[in-house]
């Protein structure tokens, strides 16, 4: 149950901002005889999202096994957020630039689902416990 809620977790906090990175595209490109919605768009950001959060959290899971929330260090949860969500990006869209892109966007949102799970452990919130679900 405690891995489930951690992949869960981590889907969300990844679902969250690329849903909001699609939104602001569709406002972006709306009127520019674009198929697409802000809402659709917003949608599949969110699927993608929920792709790169699933992705991590199961990576972290095999990769990190061993390792408490405490222990993970920042760098190496960013370099394999980055791997997953690149591997992602370049998967859904099949472009090396939109894959780096999505990289660097990885890092950032791996480091802070990092910070959001050590203030649940230390906060007592989210009742994981000392791995946050993320390490067996």
């Given at each position: 149950?405690?891995?489930?809620?951690?992949?869960?977790?981590?889907?969300?906090?990844?679902?969250?901002?690329?849903?909001?990175?699609?939104?602001?595209?569709?406002?972006?490109?709306?009127?520019?005889?674009?198929?697409?919605?802000?809402?659709?768009?917003?949608?599949?950001?969110?699927?993608?999202?929920?792709?790169?959060?699933?992705?991590?959290?199961?990576?972290?899971?095999?990769?990190?096994?061993?390792?408490?929330?405490?222990?993970?260090?920042?760098?190496?949860?960013?370099?394999?957020?980055?791997?997953?969500?690149?591997?992602?990006?370049?998967l859904v869209f099949r472009?090396?630039?939109?894959?780096?892109?999505?990289?660097?966007?990885?890092?950032?949102?791996?480091?802070?689902?990092?910070?959001?799970?050590?203030?649940?452990?230390?906060?007592?919130?989210?009742?994981?416990?000392?791995?946050?679900?993320?390490?067996?």
């Amino acid at each position: 149950v405690r891995r489930i809620r951690g992949i869960a977790v981590s889907m969300a906090l990844w679902a969250i901002p690329w849903s909001i990175v699609g939104f602001v595209i569709g406002l972006v490109l709306q009127g520019r005889d674009f198929l697409a919605s802000p809402a659709e768009l917003a949608g599949v950001g969110a699927i993608v999202g929920l792709m790169n959060g699933f992705s991590f959290a199961v990576l972290i899971a095999i990769a990190e096994r061993n390792r408490s929330i405490d222990t993970l260090r920042t760098w190496r949860v960013g370099v394999w957020g980055a791997l997953t969500t690149g591997a992602v990006g370049w998967l859904v869209f099949r472009d090396w630039s939109f894959m780096a892109i999505c990289a660097a966007a990885g890092f950032g949102t791996s480091a802070r689902s990092l910070f959001v799970a050590r203030r649940a452990v230390a906060g007592g919130t989210g009742g994981a416990g000392g791995d946050a679900g993320f390490s067996s």
